[in-house]
């Protein structure tokens, strides 16, 4: 299989398809089509998956898309793995969180991951008064329901080398930035690049 390829293209979102998004299919009904199609062509099934939730140029439909990958984290953890950076780009950094509670330790720790990096970067170009991503905005509050549940600001903070209090303080900055960022956007509507042009999704 090949290790890059462009999102979805029209003709592939054909009528054996549209089990992703149908409402009314049952859960046996959904989980024998996907794994038919999964085993068919892994590939494009992801590539469809990914076009569900995209929100910027796809179907914008986050709750089939987290069907899909809750299921696919059952049967190729591997793959959810390798792709776990492209859910962000595809929708919402809190999509990642909404995947917690589903996902195995080693799932776990490549979202932590994913978030320390996209942190440390934002940091460095906050300093630099660059643009920074919206990832500081959806990261857990501390105390949280999500948090109480799963202490997840001691774990990045553990891996920022961050204290509680400059996790608040430096999350509260950033997301400040992130309004100020927006206002910013308003305003120039043109000449911004469509970031999804060029996703690459990882099957290998």
């Not at 914008?60 to 780009?89: A, E, H, M, Q, W």
């Not at 202490?151 to 400040?176: D, F, Q, V």
């Amino acid at each position: 299989m090949e290790d890059e390829f462009l999102l979805v293209d029209p003709p592939d979102l054909n009528d054996r398809y549209q089990f992703l998004w149908d409402k009314k299919i049952t859960e046996k009904e959904y989980e024998q089509q996907f794994l038919s199609e999964y085993n068919k062509d892994p590939n494009l099934l992801l590539r469809i998956l990914f076009f569900v939730r995209n929100c910027r140029g796809g179907m914008g439909n986050r709750f089939s898309f987290r069907k899909g990958i809750f299921l696919l984290i059952k049967i190729d953890p591997d793959c959810v793995y390798r792709n776990l950076k492209n859910i962000p780009i595809v929708g919402y950094w809190k999509d990642l969180w909404m995947l917690w509670p589903q996902c195995n330790e080693y799932l776990k720790s490549g979202i932590i991951e994913l978030c320390v990096e996209q942190l440390k970067k934002d940091i460095i170009s906050l300093g630099m008064l660059q643009e920074i991503s919206m990832a500081a905005k959806w990261m857990p509050n501390e105390k949280s329901e999500l948090d109480r549940k799963y202490k997840i600001t001691k774990l990045l903070c553990a891996e920022l080398k961050w204290s509680l209090k400059e996790y608040r303080k430096r999350i509260g900055t950033m997301r400040r930035a992130i309004v100020e960022q927006k206002k910013l956007f308003f305003y120039e509507k043109t000449g911004i690049i469509n970031i999804i042009d060029g996703v690459y999704l990882n099957i290998n």
